[in-house]
């Protein structure tokens, strides 16, 4: 039988602002699989992490950002020679029957098995504001593609970083994550575990999304606000730019019809149309400003 996958979970925050995503996975995944990756943290803080996690491996990132931990974790992963890799969020809290799900998942997928992802679903630490509809709820982290597996071509549709688990050969084999996305420190940025899954579907490895591997996302107060909502569609926007993942005559276009239909619809007092025509515009602004950035850092 191959061995289980290793669970990695990359934090900058104190151990009692994780506590509730790691202790859902104490309770389900042996400790020997589960390892956190402090990234950019002082020692005082790292050793406040390892007092607080008796029986967990906790391994340090120098460089910040979530690509450098994701990369050290993937490379302790190599090390211990394990098939997979999952990387839970440290504000997800994994679903009951997550870890048999997920063992189950990677030692029946075949050798061609390259990313598998599930539901991230929302916590909501506060009421959900009647503004916050389903077409910006992607802002939030959160993904439910049905009760159906489904097979995924990345270019169009992927599965989140909140809740993933890659094949840990041909993820090294295809260079990891690259630092110039993911966040890093107060920087957000997105789409390293895209890129990764794009990068494993072109050399022939599926992408999966699997039902059964459900978290819930917490989300607290900070994220349910329109300037948080806008800023992290233009981040997301900056990252799609970076990648050329759309034309910018394509992101001018979309962005000349929702900027001025933003207006429009907060002179109508539609809060709920102005919202949504606001983070369109501020993702193809993000689109423009990240058109004409590309290089791998260190």
């Known amino acids: 039988m191959a061995p289980a996958p290793v669970v990695a979970v990359c934090p900058n925050r104190s151990p009692a602002a994780v506590a509730e995503a790691l202790n859902s996975l104490r309770a389900q995944v042996p400790g020997d699989q589960i390892i956190l990756v402090a990234s950019g943290l002082s020692e005082l803080q790292v050793a406040d992490h390892e007092r607080a996690l008796a029986g967990i491996r906790v391994l340090t990132e120098p460089r910040t950002g979530l690509s450098h931990a994701r990369n050290r974790a993937l490379g302790y992963a190599s090390e211990r020679q394990v098939p997979a890799i999952a990387y839970v969020d440290d504000d997800a809290v994994i679903g009951s029957g997550w870890w048999e799900a997920l063992v189950a998942r990677w030692s029946r997928g075949g050798e061609r098995l390259g990313v598998v992802g599930g539901?991230?679903?929302?916590?909501?630490?506060?009421?959900?504001?009647?503004?916050?509809s389903e077409p910006i709820m992607p802002a939030l982290t959160l993904l439910d593609l049905g009760p159906s597996e489904r097979e995924l071509d990345p270019e169009v549709t992927t599965v989140f970083g909140a809740n993933i688990s890659f094949a840990v050969g041909p993820l090294a084999d295809a260079g990891g994550f690259d630092p110039a996305f993911g966040h890093t420190?107060?920087?957000?940025?997105?789409?390293?575990?895209?890129?990764a899954q794009r990068a494993l579907a072109a050399r022939g490895y599926r992408v999966l999304y699997a039902p059964e591997l459900a978290v819930e996302h917490v989300i607290p107060a900070a994220r349910l606000t329109r300037r948080s909502f806008v800023r992290r569609r233009f981040a997301y926007g900056r990252a799609l730019g970076h990648r050329r993942g759309r034309k910018r005559s394509t992101a001018l276009?979309?962005?000349?019809?929702?900027?001025?239909?933003?207006?429009?619809?907060l002179a109508r007092g539609d809060q709920t149309l102005f919202m949504e025509r606001a983070v369109r515009a501020a993702e193809n602004a993000g689109v423009l400003a990240g058109t004409g950035r590309r290089s791998r850092t260190a």
């Open 253 to 265: 276009r979309q962005l000349s019809s929702s900027g001025p239909g933003a207006v429009v619809a």
């Open 119 to 132: 539901p991230i679903r929302p916590r909501w630490s506060v009421p959900r504001p009647a503004w916050v």
């Open 185 to 195: 420190g107060k920087r957000v940025h997105f789409s390293e575990e895209d890129q």
